[in-house]
Nanobody
Framework: QVQLVESGGGLVQAGGSLRLFCEAS??????????MGWFRQAAGKEREFVAA????????YYADSVKGRFTISRDNAKNTVYLQMNSLKPEDTAVYYC?????????????????WGQGTQVTVSS
């Protein structure tokens, strides 16, 4: 099993920054190479891909809507994945979810992931 706990969400003005954290635990997370991703879900909309990172941290992938503004990274020694969000826009408002799955590539499809956190709210005011 893998447990994921997100934190770092909050209220910020447009143009501001936030850093999200995803702390992972569990025997499976320590035993396998794990691909990690961030998704978000705005009110009344489908959950959408934001960013993903390979188990080693050497490769990343971003949705076009966040490319150049968001950065995903990980510290495997701390079992933590980060999402640095800069130049935030009101349309970035959503609940942000961390996801994990065993594997040695970058996964960008929601159904690729089997483990999910509870989510953290990000609200960007105009």
């Amino acid at each position: 099993q893998v447990q994921l706990v997100e934190s770092g969400g909050g209220l910020v003005q447009a143009g501001g920054s936030l850093r999200l954290f995803c702390e992972a635990s569990g025997r499976a997370f320590s035993s396998y190479a794990m691909g990690m991703g961030w998704f978000r879900q705005a009110a009344g909309k489908e959950r959408e891909f934001v960013a993903a990172i390979i188990w080693s941290g050497s490769s990343t992938y971003y949705a076009d809507s966040v490319k150049g503004r968001f950065t995903i990274s990980r510290d495997n020694a701390k079992n933590t994945v980060y999402l640095q969000m800069n130049s935030l826009k009101p349309e970035d408002t959503a609940v942000y979810y961390c996801a994990a799955r065993p594997g040695r590539t970058v996964y960008i499809v929601r159904n690729d992931y089997g483990y999910w956190g509870q989510g953290t709210q990000v609200t960007v005011s105009s």
